[in-house]
């Protein structure tokens, strides 16, 4: 069992930088992938990123490539997103997750935060 918090959200000017944490909470959080997600409004959940349990492996959705770093630090129980050159397109409610592997759909990870949200002003 994981228990996700995200926090970091907020408005921001184009081009500007943000990051996000996710704070995990459970007995065995070393041995989950997580990743974020993001849903724009009148839009699907989008995949954005991941990273393995380790960190050695990492995803990225093509449009953030280049500009969205993920990272864990599993001494501290927290993800991080690291959005530079943030872009009006990228305005959403970001959410963290979960699960045993790391996947692109979102329905198959088992374990969410309740989401913070960004916006980018242009």
């Known amino acids: 069992q994981v228990q996700l918090a995200e926090s970091g959200g907020g408005l921001v000017q184009a081009g500007g930088s943000l990051r996000l944490s996710c704070a995990a909470s459970g007995r065995t959080f070393s041995n989950y992938a997580m990743g974020w997600f993001r849903q724009a409004p009148g839009k699907e959940r989008e995949f954005v990123t991941a990273?393995?349990?380790?960190?050695?492996?990492?995803h990225y959705a093509d449009s953030v490539k280049g500009r969205f770093t993920i990272s864990r630090d599993n001494a501290k129980n927290t993800m991080y997103l690291q959005m530079n050159g943030l872009k009006p397109e990228d305005t959403a409610v970001y959410y963290c997750?979960?699960?045993?592997?790391?996947?692109?759909?979102?329905?198959?990870?088992?374990?969410w935060g309740q989401g913070t949200q960004v916006i980018v002003s242009s």
């Open positions: 990273i393995s349990w380790s960190g050695g492996d990492t």
């Open positions: 997750a979960a699960d045993h592997n790391y996947h692109t759909d979102y329905t198959f990870w088992s374990y």
